[in-house]
């Protein structure tokens, strides 16, 4: 059970984090939320979430259509989870009134005033939105160091590693990316999604369904144990694999055993339904729900009055629920609840994958970076650790944003959290330390060495009107509020025996009228001194000093002091939030520096300028003072390090500069290199000479091998065909492409086929006795070139010949002197729609060189082919990689591994298939081709600028094609043709994490009809429209979709007979 979970855990939500990054991307194709609001304690903690709000748009979490707000409790005062949702409707009303209507909404349906919005319209405006609400506010007393941040934005570096330049994942991430997945569940009527701050709650999300008109609630089934200490959802019927959906019959609170028996809660294997948190209202309750929030202004005046609170989990839910109606009448405007949300129901939707992740204490955030989670932990990121001889850093401890000097010991299982540790600190095992900066002066010239023991926290939080840090700690279990004269500890020592050690007495710490009760929330223990003193009294008082002469307590009683309750309400957010940013900029700064001084820019530096730039003041400077290095990398491994990497750095660079005059030249050679690269890398002997009018080479030097029987001066008339078939590719596209396939291997698995009965591309070339060129193609272009010395690079991009131009270069042709004496008749082309993706241009570029090098008696192999056809796109400017002209050159199915180094080396492994498995995969294969016209160059000049980012995400995704397309190979070796299409569909999944825009709302549409009958579907090569593969689950399902495809009017496509091409 515990692998199954860590399993469920990893997969659950790298598919989240992948939906969350495509609907950000692009939200009108995958549909994202229009509105996210986070509740607060008080103003300043809202401004503090409005900057973590700017954050998660400016690094990718949020689209930048997603309108955000951050809703404080009026006055500062908690009014409850219930009554602070009424409250963010109504602000959102507010803000969506304009800023002159800041407090007032019409009650009035047909008529408003010049300051006000009739009622009726603003409802209809709110009720058609997409709202995602997160409950953030509250103060945190199980988790104190996360109370200044807030819960929710607490480091949870899970999948860290996927993005290792990027920045730090906050428990805020993982939910948005688990949220983004339940937005599906809304359609095209809005609604509302509540969530809570303090749990992840790991599920497919996917799959949830909400009966419309309703509130919903989302369960899973959890042992008595664990419901006896939290909310527990009383269902019409017990959920099964055939319904997750029932009614809610009651509602209870942290019941008993008895009280689950008596109220029919038992599931039939003697579990309950726990309440996760997670509210979904739509429909009726949803209009019901704003119209009630729209004029709760005297509600919660009401509640601010008489200091009382509505929750939303016993309180406002409760008026769904018809059971509990007599009791919520009973609470605080409990009628008024009843009255006009109880017209509707609730339903519970059970959850039976759900991994309910809490981080409700401190021990709880560690156990899930230590536990079943420890596997997706990132423990080293965005961080400057010394040496192993220099310090004492346990493997697994977690060290994130923070900087650690020599002399540092950190132990086993620690959290370490945008700290600055200096020399001489030591931090024991299963500790927490966050926001600690200490002075090299406080630690300098001094024998005193801080230790922080095991199981302890440790932080330090700017006051408001103060320049000095306080420094605050307390032992891991320690529970803020439990009583002193009960089991209350400090420091992991019941408080009797801490007041005995250090001599303090209670009234020290709670004055001699404490009508509220003794807890460490409200013990006036924390010192404001300077910093080195603040030290000197955090080791006395958690009971680790041997000095004994009084001096201690005589310095902490005559200090300041401050409880955990007065901190809370005095942090100084703007100085926390630019404390952390510039601490952040200053780490991603120097980890640029060191990758310049010392490596192989292995490092996304664009990523890393993006947290440089976080600081305002200095960041444009900081990274003008990192550009002003970058003109000796080239000299530093002139052999090694590529130019296309050292060019893309310096234009990164130049970006986070804001100087595009010299970004825009520097992009140019960006993509001169990579031409240059992969000419050196694929032809072994061929030289460039640069245009001094352009960074494309004019010219070709060829390899006298490849045509050494020239032409003879005296005319002889010669005619050649050529004739190829266009490919279908499964998985390992992208690993083809330069520059990758330049520096890393690359595999791809695909299949040559015909259309219709015949071979889709093709070419004929024949020799003239008049000299010069004459170019036609299949669309009725034509082209007369008497002198062939003007063709020369660069090409037009609209120029229709581009691609026989550039056959003509690489074959060498137009330097050989051959045309000088003899004229061609050249005449191309593709039977096939444009735009197909079945790798069209390459496979007739392919025939083209093909046919050059036959009428030239040159070397005519499909692997001399094969790299020409890659140079020659370069020349184009199309880019493009490998498998296009392997798919169309070579036979039937096979699978190709190309090796990096000069020459590139490819490897072309024939798949020696069945007769039946070519039978089923001709039955149950589909080639639709869906009308959308698509442009390959486009999207891949988006990724392989990503990839000479080193875009983390990016090279990650193309090795996973890569292990794809060896699965594909084994399970079609297998005649596994299921398992194929699972490779497919994973495939199509990283296409659109490589690009979004690989897909339209089209295909969308196409896949998701075509579903229910298909085993894996995908769009060929790069994406972006054209050819579709749908691989049916049996015949018969090829049959039915096939039937229903041609009978749909929403889907006017064409599916194309085809057959493997097993033969030359």
């Not at 408001?464 to 840090?469: M, S, W």
């Not at 140019?668 to 000419?679: G, I, N």
Request: with cysteine; net charge negative.
């Amino acid at each position: 059970m515990e692998s199954r979970s860590k399993a469920n855990l990893a997969a659950t939500l790298r598919r989240a984090w992948y939906h969350l990054r495509l609907s950000v991307r692009d939200p009108t194709r995958v549909p994202t939320w229009d509105i996210i609001i986070l509740t607060a304690s008080s103003p300043e903690q809202a401004e503090l979430f409005n900057w973590q709000l700017a954050r998660a748009k400016r690094v990718g979490r949020i689209a930048p259509s997603t309108l955000t707000l951050a809703v404080p409790d009026p006055l500062g005062q908690r009014i409850g989870s219930g009554a602070a949702t009424l409250n963010s409707i109504l602000a959102l009303a507010n803000h969506l009134s304009g800023p002159s209507n800041c407090n007032s909404v019409s009650s009035a349906s047909n008529e408003s005033s010049n300051n006000e919005i009739p009622l009726l319209q603003l409802v209809e405006l709110i009720s058609k939105k997409h709202i995602l609400l997160l409950h953030a506010g509250g103060d945190s007393k199980r988790v104190p160091w996360a109370n200044p941040m807030g819960k929710v934005f607490l480091p949870l570096p899970y999948l860290a590693e996927d993005d290792a330049d990027g920045p730090v994942p906050l428990l805020f991430d993982h939910i948005l990316a688990i949220a983004s997945c339940a937005r599906q569940a809304f359609q095209n009527e809005g609604g509302m999604f509540v969530m809570t701050g303090d749990v992840l709650p790991c599920f497919d999300a996917f799959s949830i369904v909400l009966p419309e008109d309703t509130a919903s609630i989302v369960t899973v089934p959890i042992t008595l144990d664990i419901a006896s200490n939290h909310g527990v959802i009383v269902a019409s019927k017990s959920p099964n694999d055939n319904s997750s959906i029932a009614l809610v019959k009651n509602l209870l609170q942290k019941p008993t055993i008895e009280e689950l028996v008596e109220n029919q809660a038992m599931l039939s294997d003697g579990r309950t339904l726990l309440d996760t948190g997670i509210i979904a209202v739509r429909g009726k309750a949803w209009v019901d729900l704003v119209t009630l929030a729209c004029s709760c202004l005297s509600m919660v005046s009401n509640l601010l009055q008489s200091k009382q609170e509505m929750s939303l989990y016993e309180d406002l839910v409760a008026a769904w629920v018809p059971a509990k109606h007599e009791w919520l009448k009973q609470r605080p405007l409990g009628e008024e609840l009843v009255t006009r949300l109880g017209k509707q129901q609730m339903f519970t939707y059970c959850a039976f994958d759900l991994l309910f992740l809490h981080f409700g204490t401190s021990s709880e955030v560690l156990d899930h970076l230590s536990g079943a989670g420890s596997g997706l932990v990132g423990r080293r990121h965005l961080c400057s650790i010394p040496a192993t001889t220099e310090s004492d850093v346990a493997a697994s401890s977690i060290i994130v944003s923070s900087k650690i000097a020599p002399g540092v010991s950190i132990g086993e299982d620690s959290l370490v959290y945008d700290s600055s540790i200096s020399t001489g600190i030591q931090i024991g095992s299963q500790s927490i330390v966050v926001s600690v900066n200490v002075p090299t002066q406080a630690m300098a010239g001094n024998s005193f060495r801080f230790s922080l023991p095991d199981r302890h926290c440790l932080w330090e939080v700017p006051l408001v009107g103060r320049v000095e840090r306080v420094l605050v700690y307390c032992g891991l279990h320690d529970n803020p509020k439990s009583s002193f004269l009960k089991d209350g500890t400090f420091c992991g020592k019941p408080w009797n025996k801490v007041l005995d050690d250090l001599g303090i007495q209670d009234a020290d710490l709670w004055g001699k009228n404490e009508s509220n009760g003794k807890f460490l929330w409200n013990a006036k223990i924390f010192p404001l001194l300077s910093y080195s003193e603040m030290l000197l009294l955090a080791t006395w008082l958690m009971g680790l000093s041997d000095k004994d002469d009084g001096s201690f307590l005589y310095l902490w009683k005559r200090s300041d002091r401050i409880t955990l309750e007065e901190l809370h309400r005095s942090i100084d957010f703007s100085k926390m939030w630019l404390n952390s940013t510039n601490h952040q900029a200053v780490i991603a700064s120097e980890i640029v520096m060191a990758c310049l001084k010392f490596g192989l820019l292995g490092r996304n530096l664009s990523q890393l300028c993006r947290e440089i730039l976080q600081e305002d003041a200095t960041g444009v400077e900081l990274c003008k003072n990192i550009l002003s290095a970058c003109h000796k990398l080239q000299l530093k491994n002139p052999h090694i390090l590529p130019k296309s990497r050292t060019h893309q750095v310096h234009l990164d660079l130049l970006r986070a500069c804001n100087d595009d005059v010299m970004a825009s030249k520097m992009e140019q050679k960006v993509w001169a290199a990579v031409a240059d690269e992969t000419a050196s890398a694929v032809r072994y002997g061929f030289r460039e000479n640069l245009s001094r009018s352009s960074s494309w080479s004019h010219s070709i030097v060829h390899d006298t091998s490849s045509s050494s029987n020239t032409l003879d001066q005296s005319f002889q008339c010669r005619k050649v065909k050529v004739e190829l078939p266009v490919r279908v590719d499964f998985s390992g596209g992208w690993s083809d492409t330069p520059p990758w396939s330049l520096e890393r291997s690359g595999c791809v698995l695909n299949m040559a086929i015909t259309l219709e009965g015949s071979l889709p591309v093709g070419t004929i070339i024949e020799t003239t006795e008049i000299t010069g060129l004459w170019i036609s193609d299949d669309v009725g272009n034509e082209l007369r070139i008497s002198k062939v010395s003007s063709i020369a690079t660069p090409f037009d991009i609209n120029d229709p010949f581009r691609l026989v131009k550039s056959a003509l270069l690489v074959t060498g042709i137009l330097n050989e002197g051959t045309l000088q004496s003899i004229g061609l008749l050249i005449k191309t082309w593709a039977n096939v729609p444009r735009g197909s993706g079945l790798g069209t241009s390459s496979i007739l570029s392919a025939a083209v060189v093909k046919g050059l090098l036959q009428i030239t008696n040159g070397d005519d192999s499909n692997e001399n082919v094969t790299r020409l056809v890659l140079v020659s796109e370069q020349l184009m400017g199309t880019g493009g990689g490998w498998q296009d002209q392997i798919g169309g050159l070579y036979p039937g199915i096979k699978f190709t591994a190309s090796f990096p180094g000069i020459p590139l080396r490819l490897q072309v492994t024939p798949l020696l298939a069945s007769s039946r498995l070519i039978e089923e995969l001709q039955q149950r294969l589909l080639v639709v081709f869906t009308g959308q016209v698509r442009v390959a160059h486009q999207v891949l000049q988006k990724v392989v600028i990503r990839y000479l980012r080193r875009d983390n995400l990016l090279a990650s995704s193309i090795k996973r094609l890569i292990e794809l397309a060896k699965i594909g190979r084994e399970a079609l070796m297998n005649c596994n043709i299921d398992e194929v299409g699972n490779v497919m569909l994973e495939a199509w999944r990283l296409h659109q994490e490589l690009d979004p825009y690989c897909s339209n709302e089209f295909v969308d549409k196409l896949f998701a009809f075509s579903d229910s009958y298909c085993r894996g579907y995908k769009l060929v090569g790069a994406g972006g429209g054209g050819f579709a593969l749908l691989l049916a689950k049996s015949v018969d399902s090829a049959v039915k979709l096939r039937h229903l495809l041609a009978e749909n009017p929403d889907f006017n496509v064409q599916i194309y007979k085809w057959e493997i091409f097993l033969h030359n």
